[in-house]
């Protein structure tokens, strides 16, 4: 799943490259109507002429305004997938092959929508603050405070932690990858239930919560992790990159394959 620092990384790139510029003509390439509650012909009708004109995110959905128009864009990503602004009609190249939509521009380059395992989603919302999703969201975790936290922690002590970072409606836009990194770093287990985390834990859940999705914006564009981190490991050596000794584990938690340091996180 494409999670939160996936998802802001897309958004700047978005932001940088296709808002003010008219749409000139949208290509479906590969796999089904990505589109819901409307067909792929009444879409392109709808945005022909028109513009992107802001585009922000919230959890893992980016929203994007478009011009003189009351409805936003709301795009889910699904497990893997991008966005790839290049000359019009240019080869598609391999990372390519998944291209789902174009967004043909005036200035003659287009905006690719990529989406490998056909997960991806796109809808128009009339109203983002009665959008059924949306509304469901939990706070946005780069936006909460450390007394925030501490509060939602205490709503949610019967949850064992890993469930707790995962469930959108209670903290947004975290999935597997991050969660068993934030915490890796924070030195929890996995299993751990809230109400028996020491105050001290709480601090460090916090903080690494933070650090992980802010510190992951520098590394996801290198497609390279640091190797004191988790991500670095858990497709290749499964090694504790704190120490080389100690073999990662790996479980089903919360349905997810949960990947952690028996040793080092407690
Ligand atoms: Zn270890």
Known sequence: ?????????????????????????ID??????????????????????????KVDRRGNFLLVSIKQSAETL????????????????APLIKEDEST??????????????????????????????EDSVLKNLGPEPLSLSEEDFRELLKKN???NVKTFLLAQEKIAGIGNIY??????????NPHRQ???????????????????????????PKKNFDLSWLIAHRHADMKCPGNREHQLDREIIA????????ICQE
């Open 1 to 25: 799943m494409l999670e939160l620092p996936d998802i802001e990384i897309l958004k700047l790139y978005f932001r940088a490259t296709s808002l003010g510029q008219k749409i000139k003509d």
């Open 28 to 53: 479906h390439l590969n796999g089904s109507n990505p589109i819901q509650g409307l067909s792929f012909s009444d879409f392109r009708e709808k945005l022909l002429g028109k513009e992107f004109e």
């Open 74 to 89: 709301i795009i889910s990503f699904g497990r893997e997938g991008g966005l790839h602004y290049t000359k019009q009609n």
């Open 100 to 129: 789902r939509l174009r967004f043909k521009f005036q200035n003659d380059y287009e905006l690719r929508w990529l989406d490998t395992k056909n997960l991806g989603e796109i809808r128009f919302s009339k109203d983002l603050d």
């Open 157 to 159: 002590e019967l949850l």
């Open 179 to 188: 969660a068993d990194e934030i915490l890796y770093q924070a030195k929890i």
């Open 194 to 220: 809230i109400g028996n985390l020491q105050p001290r834990e709480r601090r460090e859940l916090y903080r690494k919560t933070l650090s992980v999705l802010k510190e992951s914006l520098i590394f996801i």
């Open 255 to 262: 349905g997810q394959a949960t990947i952690f340091c028996p």
